[in-house]
């Protein structure tokens, strides 16, 4: 059954989880970029060196070239969560987001150092969970 673009007023129930999907309009072939059921599956971006954390996967990992500025947008919608972990510690990097409320800068130093961002509309990225990365 193809349900896009439906909308629901009341709660919509699945015994087997939920998908979210985008179909290439070329190939017609479909990818899943989240799946929500008993636990919550984003997409991961992988970012080597300096650039962007994308808004688009739940989350970034990040391998360091040297001493690299990452960049955060402001995200879309109010809740909406981002995860940057480091994985390869090749120098320290320093994720910059345009708006944040608990200050302007996390830098991470090394592997498995982590933070979970929650966007909200009124103050920024708020960092609910910080592991190991500094918040200046």
Sequence with gaps: INMANTT?????RSENGFEQVSKNATT???TTSATYGASI???VQSLSGAGAVDLTNL????????????TLADGTTSGQVKI????????????????FANGTTITFDAVAESVT??????????ATSVNGATVA
């Design 117 to 126: 961002l929650v966007w909200n509309s009124t103050i920024g990225w708020v």
């Design 8 to 12: 629901f007023s009341g709660p919509v």
């Design 41 to 43: 599956t984003g997409g």
């Design 59 to 70: 989350i970034t990992e990040v391998t360091t070239t040297g001493a690299d500025a990452l």
């Design 84 to 99: 940057v972990n480091m994985i390869v510690d090749g120098g320290d990097g320093t994720l910059t987001p345009v708006t």
């Design 28 to 30: 017609g072939v479909f």
